[in-house]
Every structure is written in structure tokens, then in C-alpha cells.
T-cell receptor, first 114, second 111 residues
Framework: AQSVTQLGSHVSVSEGALVLLRCNYSSSVPPYLFWYVQYPNQGLQLLLKYTSAATLVKGINGFEAEFKKSETSFHLTKPSAHMSDAAEYFC????????????FGTGTSLTVIP | AAGVIQSPRHLIKEKRETATLKCYPIPRHDTVYWYQQGPGQDPQFLIS???????DKGSIPDRFSAQQFSDYHSELNMSSLELGDSALYFCASSRTTGVAFFGQGTRLTVV
């Protein structure tokens, strides 16, 4: 069975500061991991994905995430936060590249302080 | 680029009524998924279809049913609506070896 845990339901950072959103996964098979962003009243947009290739994955809008098997983690980072990054971020795991069934974390709400 | 289209975007229904949500996947995507996201919650998987056949089933109530048609669009039918069914319903689509892309969602309000 697969599951993800997102530590911190709310994260606040100053504009220009480092963004770090934590995600730990549990999977009985090699996982496929994803980060999605959800802006207010909008759908989920794919930020990046890990599918057993490079462990450091670069996504859109300057985000990246590193897959660490030893720590069962897939934390999302961005060197410098922008006001437009304020949104809800979801980590998700599936057991195949098709994402036949995603298991989402509970989400982390990112606030960027001017 | 074409995205996943969901209709309607907003829907208000009364208790015990029926609702039908539609999803039009990205062209050449053969898999459709439905998710339910309650207020302040993470999306919960309901059901998925591959090549018009049900491929996986999650926490979908018996009052709900879904199907995928020959043109690959999908419909989620919800009967005997309850207040607790008020949520954002997402559809996503993918090709067999691809990542799932989500639609904007349908916000269902049951009053």
C-alpha cells in the first residue's frame, strides 16, 4: 500500500526566502512520486514527478525535489519564494508511471510574506 | 495545448436529487480518473477507467456510478445526493505510460 505524509499543513516564508515543503512516503513497491499545486478555486497542476530516473527532479516555476530512498522522502524546494507561489501543494504517490491511483497527502498551504 | 475539460464548473443540487458530471480527457489519453476533494481536504480517489473499462475503484459510494464512452469522455453519475457530497470533483486523464493531468474541477454544492 502507498501513502504520503506532508509535514506542516501551513508554511509561511518571506518573499525571496527558501521554500521547503516536506513529503515522506510509504510504499511497498518502487514508488512514483509527484508534486501538484492548487491555486485558489482551480484544479491541480503538475509541478514535477519522480519516476525512477534522476533522483533530483526539476519542475516548473523553479521548483525541484529530491528523491531520497534512505529517508523515504521527496521534499519540494525552491531557492527564492515569489508572491505568486502562494498556493496549496500536494504530494502524491502511485505505484506505476500511469498513476493508476494517486494517493495524496493532506496538502501544505504556502503563504509568502512580502 | 488541450487540457482536461470538465463540465459544468459549478453545480447546485438539492438533497436526494441526481447530478451528472462530465469529463473530456486530453486527446489520445486512454485513461480517466475521478477524484473527490472535500472542503479543506486532499483529493480522494473514486474510480478510474482504461480503454472504456473500469480499471480501479476507490472510495466511491454505491450511490455513484461512472462510465467511459467510446469517445473516451467520462461521466460521473451521483444519485440521492447528500449534503456531504458537496465537494470539488476532479477528473484527470493520462496515456497508458504518462502522467495524469487534472481538469479544473466541478464544484458541487448540495443544499
Amino acid at each position: 500500500a502507498q501513502s504520503v505524509t506532508q509535514l506542516g499543513s501551513h508554511v509561511s516564508v518571506s518573499e525571496g526566502a527558501l521554500v521547503l515543503l516536506r513529503c515522506n512516503y510509504s510504499s511497498s513497491v518502487p514508488p512514483y512520486l509527484f508534486w501538484y499545486v492548487q491555486y485558489p478555486n482551480q484544479g491541480l497542476q503538475l509541478l514535477l514527478k519522480y519516476t525512477s530516473a534522476a533522483t533530483l527532479v526539476k519542475g516548473i516555476n523553479g521548483f525541484e525535489a529530491e528523491f531520497k530512498k534512505s529517508e523515504t522522502s521527496f521534499h519540494l524546494t525552491k531557492p527564492s519564494a515569489h508572491m505568486s507561489d502562494a498556493a496549496e501543494y500536494f504530494c502524491a504517490v502511485s505505484d506505476s508511471n500511469t498513476g493508476n491511483q494517486f494517493y495524496f497527502g493532506t496538502g501544505t498551504s504556502l503563504t509568502v510574506i512580502p | 495545448a488541450a487540457g482536461v475539460i470538465q463540465s459544468p464548473r459549478h453545480l447546485i443540487k438539492e438533497k436526494r436529487e441526481t447530478a451528472t458530471l462530465k469529463c473530456y480527457p486530453i486527446p489520445r489519453h486512454d485513461t480517466v480518473y475521478w477524484y473527490q476533494q472535500g472542503p479543506g481536504q486532499d483529493p480522494q480517489f473514486l474510480i478510474s477507467f482504461y480503454e472504456k473499462m473500469q480499471s480501479d475503484k476507490g472510495s466511491i459510494p454505491d450511490r455513484f456510478s461512472a462510465q467511459q464512452f467510446s469517445d473516451y469522455h467520462s461521466e460521473l453519475n451521483m444519485s440521492s445526493l447528500e449534503l456531504g457530497d458537496s465537494a470539488l470533483y476532479f477528473c484527470a486523464s493520462s496515456r497508458t505510460t504518462g502522467v495524469a493531468f487534472f481538469g479544473q474541477g466541478t464544484r458541487l454544492t448540495v443544499v
